[in-house]
């Protein structure tokens, strides 16, 4: 499975974003991640949305403002990203795994290239 992510760009705090997630085959059998990388830090958990999309499953310091959703008719995810801090700016990264709603990257499978994301105070 190839995995693309798009829809990055700058904010203003306190906006919303959607950054997307378009695959090369079915998602359907997959749960889909999302990570982020800010400069000089390591990369970490975003969120998850299992199989058919029944669970999600949240950082922290996203839960409440950012929400993750699958069409795979279109195999196709998304993370709309409300309330936005200058914290939230990182390359975000969208990943597949065949585990249900992990939240460790060692526990993906596929990864996309990134979309930059930069959140101006």
């Known amino acids: 499975v190839q995995l693309q992510a798009s829809g990055g760009g700058l904010v203003q705090a306190g906006g919303s974003l959607s950054v997307s997630c378009a695959a090369s085959?079915?998602?359907?059998?997959?749960?889909m991640g999302w990570f982020r990388q800010a400069p000089g830090k390591e990369r970490e958990f975003v969120a998850v949305?299992?199989?058919?999309?029944?669970?999600?499953f949240y950082a922290d310091s996203v839960k409440s403002r950012f929400t993750a959703s699958r069409d795979d008719a279109k195999n196709t995810v998304y993370l709309l990203m409300n309330r936005l801090k200058p914290e939230d700016t990182a390359v975000y990264y969208c990943?597949?795994?065949?585990?249900?709603?992990?939240?460790?990257?060692?526990?993906?499978?596929?990864w996309g290239q990134g979309t930059l994301v930069t959140v101006s105070s």
């Open positions: 990943a597949a795994s065949i585990k249900p709603l992990p939240s460790d990257k060692g526990d993906y499978d596929y």
């Open positions: 949305i299992s199989w058919i999309g029944l669970s999600t």
């Open positions: 085959g079915s998602l359907s059998r997959y749960s």
